[in-house]
């Protein structure tokens, strides 16, 4: 028998070496296979509390808030970047730190104002401690952060040179001072004005991404990593008209600080379309200045006074009770109805129906009102029923009020109550709902629902145009309203408004002068009103004046106090251009009324280069610029004074463009 060669004896060793361990790797993989079953079944989660959970989260990515601007594209509010810088000294090597330090503290010095060796220090201690996530600097604009990130070290980026960025966003208001709370805001709490009310387009929808623990405090944000992307707001194109704003304001703080008033409101109403062209709320601080903070329009229901009565005269016209004949004895201006004493504050005698309005007859507006509807109030009452005045009224601004109008299933209701609500006390309503009613009537009887909103837009393309909403089609007969702004007419030019009567301008309209808290011990205060439409002949806006407290020592009545608001608006409102403009007010203003009749320069994007837009008008620019499919963010108002990206700089769509905009 042969005996196995040298060869044959190897063969037989290695391949029983290969089948041990063939058999040995197979044992592992089958033991790691079964360990990850098991992993898989039994304590996933505990692996994931207890690393993945404990050193990873998912956080919020914010999208940025769509702008809010006026109906001329002014911007009234915006999203501006803010730019928070941390620093990674792990990342950072010894030789580009010890190399680069000094230059980089003096740099910061020179930014911040800050010693050199208070940056060293505070720099080598975090270096000592390998800190990943040290906060440098929070809230700086696109300029300061353009400008550090170029700072020895931090040019070096985020794996080099520890330079860590994390963008948010910062809502500013274009206009500080005017319709600051017509504005309002939304900061997740609170919601209020034009801000809380679009809130649901301006939003859009926040992004996620992951952040890594640091230590027991600190969470890193992982740029690379989003879970899901944010969706920017849409922008929402108000129907504040900024120039009529601006005279609103400055009329009545004018006259509020004249008359050492405790706050006024103004809203001004284009009377074909329902659309609130200016809304001014104005209270006196304890400070003594007047700011726009708290919207009385909405949200306060007073007794509205003597501009109530062409409410309660309208509803007896549009019956046929009343007409350009009818008249009525007030005698010596003093009259007692079922035990409550009324009185005039204007003279006596014998008025037709416009004498009664003209010259603003409680004795007059009690005793006709009494006359025809005291056996049956609820003929009277539907009337205003059938305007809307016991109702609250369907807007998108939060915090409107609902009227309260005293009625005879009313444990207050008395006899002598419908002779209060005809010379405007027993209501509580508005000013809201007292302007929309006298748009109505300068409407010719269409009462419009009064819109706040114009379009909203979405990278340039128009998502949604508003157009009027009619709440009543027909309030009255047509001589039924061609009688009371007949009669509103004449108020102006003879009767309690004539203060006001200028030929160059027809306007008409009505004063009211109501008493408040006149339960109460103490000296009598009151609120002076004027509520009117003009031209008369053809309205263009409707305009509320209410100014609460005044010094009585100085006047108290509305047409001593409300109605030069009114005259003052009226008359810069209705011409064309703002030719006639006082100087004062285009001194210390966030809008320069110049600057806005400038025409609009076009711009374009060719070859996909960035156009120079240095020098141009930021309300011009902006507008162009989104519908282009660019996102633009901006600080400041006025002219633009610095871009980025560049004049000729190749851009994308959808790409952030940053304008610095001045005065």
Not at 174 to 185: F, K, L
Not at 359 to 373: D, E, M, Q, R
Not at 609 to 621: A, D, E, H, W
Request: net charge positive; glycine share 8%.
């Amino acid at each position: 028998m042969q005996k196995p060669s040298e060869y044959d004896n190897k063969r037989k060793n290695t391949l029983r070496w290969g089948y041990l361990f063939a058999v040995v790797a197979l044992c592992v993989f089958v033991m790691f296979l079964a360990r990850i079953i098991i992993l898989q079944n039994t304590n996933v989660q505990e692996i994931k509390d207890d690393y993945i959970n404990s050193n990873y989260r998912t956080a919020t990515l914010k999208a940025a808030r769509g702008n809010l601007y006026a109906s001329d594209g002014s911007i009234l509010a915006t999203t501006v970047m803010r730019y928070d810088i941390y620093l990674d000294f792990k990342t950072m090597k010894d030789t580009v730190y010890s190399n680069n330090i000094g230059a980089l503290t003096d740099s910061l010095s020179k930014m911040f104002g800050k010693p050199r060796i208070e940056y060293r220090n505070r720099f080598d201690e975090q270096r000592k401690k390998k800190n990943q996530y040290y906060t440098l600097v929070k809230g700086l604009d696109f300029d300061q952060y353009d400008r550090i990130r170029k700072f020895p070290i931090f040019k070096k980026g985020k794996n080099k040179g520890g330079f860590i960025v994390d963008r948010n966003y910062k809502r500013e208001l274009a206009t500080s001072e005017i319709g600051a709370g017509t504005i309002g805001m939304d900061n997740g709490e609170v919601k209020a004005g034009l801000e809380g009310a679009f809130s649901k387009y301006l939003r859009g929808t926040d992004g996620k991404r992951l952040e890594q623990r640091i230590n027991s405090s600190q969470w890193k944000p992982i740029d690379y990593w989003k879970v899901q992307e944010p969706v920017d707001g849409e922008d929402v194109y108000t129907t504040l008209d900024l120039r009529i704003q601006d005279i609103a304001h400055s009329a009545l703080q004018k006259q509020l600080i004249n008359f050492e008033a405790k706050h006024g409101t103004v809203i001004v109403m284009e009377v074909g379309t329902g659309k609130v062209r200016a809304m001014v709320n104005l209270r006196r601080n304890d400070d003594g200045d007047y700011v726009d903070s708290y919207n009385y329009a909405l949200k306060d229901n007073i007794e509205p006074g003597s501009t109530f009565k062409t409410i309660s005269l309208l509803a007896a016209m549009d019956d046929g009770f009343i007409d350009e004949n009818t008249t009525v004895d007030v005698g010596n201006g003093v009259w007692v109805y079922a035990k409550q004493r009324i009185s005039d504050g204007h003279g006596g005698g014998t008025y037709d129906i416009s004498d009664v309005l003209a010259k603003s007859s409680n004795v007059g507006s009690a005793k006709l009102i009494t006359k025809y509807y005291a056996e049956k109030p609820q003929i009277f009452l539907d009337h205003l029923r059938r305007w809307k005045l016991f109702d609250k009224m369907d807007i998108e601004l939060p915090g409107i009020t609902k009227p309260k109008i005293l009625t005879p299933e009313s444990k207050r209701w008395n006899a002598a109550t419908l002779a209060s609500i005809a010379y405007g006390y027993s209501t509580n309503i508005n000013l809201l709902q007292l302007a929309t009613f006298y748009n109505g009537v300068a409407n010719g009887g269409k009462m419009l629902k009064p819109l706040f909103i114009d379009k909203i837009m979405k990278d340039g393309k128009i998502m949604y145009s508003a157009k009027p909403e009619v709440m009543v089609d027909k309030m009255a007969s047509e001589k039924a309203i061609k009688m009371m702004t007949s009669a509103l007419t004449k108020a102006v030019e003879k009767g309690t408004g004539k203060s006001i009567f200028t030929p160059n301008l027809k306007m008409a309209g009505k004063t009211g002068t109501a008493r408040f808290e006149y339960w109460l011990p103490g000296p009598m205060k009151y609120r002076a009103s004027f509520a009117g439409f003009y031209p008369a002949d053809n309205p263009k806006y409707t305009c509320y004046v209410m100014i609460s407290e005044p010094n009585t020592a100085k006047g108290f009545y509305g047409g001593t106090v409300s109605a030069p608001v009114f005259k003052e608006i009226a008359g810069k409102t209705f011409l064309k251009t703002p030719q006639n403009i006082e100087r004062e007010m285009l001194v210390d203003k966030k809008v320069n009324l110049n600057k806005m009749v400038e025409p609009n320069v076009k711009i374009a994007v060719n070859n996909k280069q960035m156009p120079s837009v240095v020098g141009l008008i930021g309300k011009n620019v902006i507008p162009q610029l989104e519908s282009l499919g660019y996102r633009v963010d901006y600080k400041g108002v006025g002219r633009v004074k610095e871009q980025f990206p560049l004049e000729g700089t190749t851009i994308s769509k959808n790409q952030r463009i940053y304008l610095s905009l001045q005065n």
